[in-house]
């Protein structure tokens, strides 16, 4: 009885319960290596948001160190191959080919690019993330690599899963909500995207928004995130993570001691 009633107040815990009443935006800038000006431009957003570092691009290492210079969360910005094959690959993207020994050996490398990254999340990777015969050895390495690193899963394609399976080995594990900027050109639907996640936020307690460095995306968010900071709470995902964690074992430990009286009395 008190093990259902513990898994029932899990499932409808809301992070909105968490230190005060404003509901949580995370925001994660993705294909940072790239551009270096652009990389720059994303890194210098006011606030307190999470880059993805793409691993061996030309401007990699020097868009890390200037993150971890202005105090940024990082994550490794884990290369999958996309479902697509016409998609533009990275050279170092884990692929389908690739046995279990190469896809732990290939991701062990990568986050070793990178000491001080928080978490891993990933870049493109539709058809891998969909087949536990892929997914199993790379969250396998990320959690024999460091234990406390968290997986962001990108949910290229709703069937992913990555944050089941991390979740399920012992990985702290969360799903990105929204994309910002699928549309990057047309400002009208990072606009509307831009509110889905402010909306969404607003329902359920806190929501994670992934964009990408076009100059219209940062452009957008410089102007917009100064009015969002006054109603919501802007934190890098390994605090969200952390503030989820203990919203639900205080929640859990309320529950379980009204759930005693209440059996008491009756
Ligand atoms: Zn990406």
Not at 23 to 28: C, E, R, Y
Not at 40 to 46: C, D, Q, T, V, Y
Not at 53 to 59: C, D, L, M, T, V
Not at 60 to 86: D, V, Y
Request: aromatic content about 8%; charged content about 20%.
């Amino acid at each position: 009885m008190i093990k259902v009633f513990l898994v029932t107040a899990l499932l409808y815990v809301s992070t909105a319960a968490v230190a005060d009443q404003h509901p949580i935006l995370s925001l994660v800038i993705d294909d940072i290596g790239y551009s270096l000006e652009q990389g720059k431009a994303a890194i210098r957003l006011e606030g307190d948001h999470t880059f993805a570092i793409i691993p061996g691009a030309s401007n990699s290492q020097k868009l890390a160190a200037f993150a971890r210079h202005l105090g940024k969360e990082i994550i490794l910005h884990l290369p999958l191959q996309a479902s697509t094959p016409t998609a533009p690959s990275e050279p170092n993207s884990l692929q389908a080919s690739m046995d279990e020994n190469q896809l732990t050996r290939n991701t062990a490398s990568m986050l070793a690019e990178f000491p001080d990254i928080r978490g891993i999340n990933n870049h493109m990777g539709g058809l891998l993330t969909e087949i536990e015969y892929f997914m199993r050895p790379i969250i396998d390495s990320i959690r024999i690599y460091n234990p406390k690193l968290y997986f962001l899963d990108s949910r290229t394609t709703p069937r992913s899963i990555g944050y089941s399976l991390a979740i399920s080995s012992g990985l702290r594990s969360i799903s990105r909500d929204v994309f910002l900027d699928n549309q990057h050109t047309n400002i009208e639907s990072i606009k509307l995207q831009y509110q889905i996640w402010l909306e969404k936020a607003r329902v359920r307690g806190s929501a994670i928004a992934i964009g990408h460095p076009h100059a219209t995306t940062i452009d957008f968010l410089r102007e917009n995130l100064p009015q969002a900071a006054q109603d919501f709470r802007i934190m890098r995902v390994s605090k969200l993570i952390e503030a989820d964690t203990l919203a639900r074992k205080r929640d859990n430990w309320e529950n379980y001691l009204a759930h005693l009286q209440n059996s008491r009395l009756n």
